[in-house]
């Protein structure tokens, strides 16, 4: 296939194009750079710079699909700047979504996430489970989410939603490189690489197992493949959700218990109070794109953690 990948120099965007050339197929990237790196977009993939608001300068009938990745994606950012989500993530894929009708290009995989369901009554969550996203970057995704079911209904576009959880680990020499840096894997491993005294933990008064918060931890080896599959499986006329995570969830300090068995450093933490915004627990039910799809995790926490620091080492 013939593909475009939006954001393809970002951390997820680029492994899944790497995994896309492996398989054999011919990627084109897409990305602004603004939150991406030029060096990250494998070797064999055409690159252009740009948004995806200029997607109608490269996309034409030759391409078989488009993979989306390209969004802002910080949660505490778009309470500060909900403006920027609703262009980026909202505008800029009903425009994405414009130029793929216009040239009959009818299948799309979009990146979503667990933020559209907000604060979860239950889990495992299923992706019928109601949506009530608790910050402009749930409720951008969410937007995004309705527009392709419409699109696929009204306009017989093949769409797949995938629905991260937490994602982490590295593939090659691609792994996480974000400025500022607030997810809980690599900040941890900031302490063994000696760049930090401690971690902090955010909140150790959840309704939870030891008092902080659970997630589910997904290595992006296996996110990559689950899109590989959603590529091939995506029907004319659907729109299909699927939550991507490995349906077992960590707490905060179980993940640093684990950031402590892969690197042999005692990493120091210190207790703080909550982050504003965090859902006491987020675990992801993966029963349908197992069902559908026959996909399933195969690389566990420790694993994550351990490829996530053998790329921080690499970086240094
Ligand atoms: N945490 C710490 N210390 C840190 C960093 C994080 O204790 O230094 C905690 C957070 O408070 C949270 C947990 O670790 O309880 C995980 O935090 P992350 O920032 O790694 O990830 P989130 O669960 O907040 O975010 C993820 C995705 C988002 C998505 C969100 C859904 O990265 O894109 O899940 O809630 F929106």
Same mark, same amino acid.
């Given at each position: 296939?013939?593909?475009?990948?939006?954001?393809?120099?970002?951390?997820?965007? *680029?492994?899944?194009?790497?995994?896309?050339?492996?398989?054999?197929?011919?990627?084109?990237?897409?990305?602004?750079?603004?939150?991406?790196?030029?060096?990250?977009?494998?070797?064999?993939?055409?690159?252009?710079?740009?948004?995806?608001? !200029?997607?109608?300068?490269?996309?034409?009938?030759?391409?078989? /699909?488009?993979?989306?990745? +390209?969004?802002?994606?910080?949660?505490?950012?778009?309470?500060?700047?909900?403006?920027?989500?609703?262009?980026? %993530?909202?505008?800029?894929?009903?425009?994405?979504?414009?130029?793929?009708?216009?040239?009959?290009?009818?299948?799309?995989?979009?990146?979503? =996430?667990?933020?559209?369901?907000?604060? #979860?009554?239950?889990? @495992?969550?299923?992706?019928?489970?109601? %949506?009530?996203?608790?910050?402009?970057?749930?409720?951008?995704?969410?937007?995004?989410?309705?527009?392709?079911? /419409? &699109?696929?209904?009204?306009?017989?576009?093949?769409?797949?939603?995938?629905?991260?959880?937490?994602?982490?680990?590295?593939? /090659?020499?691609?792994? &996480?490189?974000? %400025?500022?840096?607030?997810?809980?894997? #690599?900040?941890?491993?900031?302490?063994?690489? /000696?760049?930090?005294?401690?971690?902090?933990?955010?909140?150790?008064?959840?309704?939870? $197992?030891?008092?902080?918060?659970?997630?589910?931890?997904?290595?992006? =080896?296996?996110?990559?493949? *689950?899109?590989?599959? +959603?590529?091939?499986?995506?029907?004319?006329?659907?729109?299909?959700?699927?939550?991507?995570?490995?349906?077992?969830?960590?707490?905060?300090?179980?993940?640093?218990?684990?950031?402590?068995?892969?690197?042999?450093?005692?990493? #120091?933490?210190?207790?703080? @109070?909550?982050? @504003?915004?965090?859902?006491?627990?987020?675990?992801?039910?993966?029963? !349908?794109?197992?069902?559908?799809?026959?996909?399933?995790? &195969?690389?566990?926490?420790?694993?994550?953690?351990?490829?996530?620091? $053998?790329?921080?080492? +690499? +970086?240094?």
């Amino acid at each position: 296939m013939k593909p475009l990948v939006t954001g393809g120099a970002g951390y997820i965007g *680029a492994v899944v194009a790497c995994q896309l050339l492996e398989a054999g197929h011919e990627v084109i990237v897409l990305d602004d750079l603004s939150t991406g790196h030029r060096d990250n977009v494998p070797d064999g993939a055409r690159f252009v710079e740009g948004r995806v608001q !200029r997607a109608g300068e490269v996309l034409d009938r030759s391409f078989d /699909g488009v993979l989306h990745f +390209a969004a802002k994606s910080l949660v505490a950012e778009s309470v500060k700047r909900p403006e920027v989500y609703w262009d980026n %993530n909202v505008v800029g894929t009903l425009d994405l979504l414009t130029v793929m009708r216009a040239v009959g290009v009818r299948r799309l995989v979009f990146s979503s =996430t667990a933020a559209t369901y907000g604060q #979860p009554e239950r889990t @495992p969550i299923r992706e019928d489970d109601p %949506n009530a996203p608790i910050n402009p970057y749930g409720q951008s995704k969410l937007a995004v989410d309705m527009a392709i079911t /419409g &699109e696929a209904h009204a306009h017989g576009l093949a769409g797949v939603s995938l629905r991260y959880f937490n994602v982490g680990g590295a593939y /090659g020499r691609h792994g &996480e490189r974000h %400025n500022p840096e607030t997810h809980l894997i #690599p900040n941890v491993l900031l302490v063994p690489a /000696g760049r930090r005294e401690a971690v902090e933990i955010f909140g150790t008064d959840y309704p939870t $197992r030891d008092g902080t918060c659970v997630r589910d931890y997904v290595h992006v =080896t296996d996110l990559a493949r *689950a899109h590989l599959l +959603a590529l091939e499986a995506a029907e004319p006329g659907r729109h299909i959700i699927y939550n991507l995570g490995s349906g077992a969830g960590f707490t905060v300090r179980e993940v640093v218990g684990s950031c402590r068995r892969v690197t042999g450093h005692p990493v #120091p933490a210190v207790d703080q @109070p909550r982050r @504003p915004g965090d859902p006491p627990s987020l675990v992801a039910s993966h029963h !349908r794109i197992r069902e559908d799809l026959g996909w399933r995790p &195969e690389l566990d926490l420790d694993r994550i953690v351990a490829d996530a620091w $053998r790329f921080l080492q +690499a +970086a240094r």
